[in-house]
């Protein structure tokens, strides 16, 4: 499998904000969203046996496989090789392929309102959603997908503007109060400053 990393920190965002996790973050991704905050390209091969060696290095529980988009590499043994080692592993995905069914949590991130239909999600479960609100595009667009996914998740696009990001922010938290099904989520490993 091609890794871009595999670090420690805490779940900046969604349902686990806050909690330590091991984050292995695999390369490629299959969208190309204009606002992605990750560069995913580069990374090394890597066999499963010795991604779990280092996941095992750390005490944290949780382990997130995010990317890129980590469902065009992601395997069944690796995720029964991270069970082994008793992780927990939660998988943040665009949807736009199936995954393996021992995952624990699946975090869905639509992107189809901002890519088109090669951004259509697939997955049949999830366990939270969370839509990238740039004050523009309805997140309502998604809630037909979300009628079975109990967490919804309403995260303010990061442009890079100041200005921007700060109106987005209002815009996000205007619609969350109308709409009070969805919950707010902050980049708070941005907000911090932490990796």
């Known amino acids: 499998m091609k ?5 420690y920190s805490l779940q900046g965002e969604g349902y ?3 909690t330590p996790a091991v984050f292995v973050r695999m390369s490629g991704c299959n969208l190309s969203c204009a606002f992605c905050d990750t560069r995913h390209e ?7 046996e010795a991604i779990a060696e280092e996941v095992a290095q750390y005490p944290a529980h949780l382990v997130v496989i995010t990317g890129g988009e980590p469902s065009l590499q992601l395997t069944s043994s690796l995720v029964d090789k991270l069970h082994a080692i008793g992780k927990y592993v ?6 736009t392929h199936t995954l393996p069914d021992e ?16 951004g259509k999600p697939m997955l049949e479960r999830a366990d939270e959603l969370k839509f990238v609100y740039d004050g523009i595009h309805d997140p309502g667009q998604v809630m037909p997908m979300a009628t079975d996914i109990p967490h919804l998740f309403l995260q303010p696009c990061d442009t890079g503007d100041p ?4 109106a987005i922010v209002r815009a996000t938290v205007e619609y ?10 902050l980049q708070i490993h941005k907000i911090l400053n932490i990796r």
Request: charged letters at 25%; proline letters at 6%.
């Open 3 to 7: 890794i871009n990393e595999i670090f």
């Open 16 to 18: 686990h904000s806050g």
């Open 42 to 48: 580069a990374g090394v091969e890597m066999t499963e």
């Open 90 to 95: 939660a998988v943040e995905t665009n949807g």
């Open 103 to 118: 995952v624990d949590w699946i975090t869905l991130s639509p992107k189809e309102t901002y890519v088109g239909p090669q």
């Open 163 to 166: 200005e921007r990001n700060a």
């Open 176 to 185: 969350t109060k109308r709409n009070p099904r969805w919950r707010l989520s």
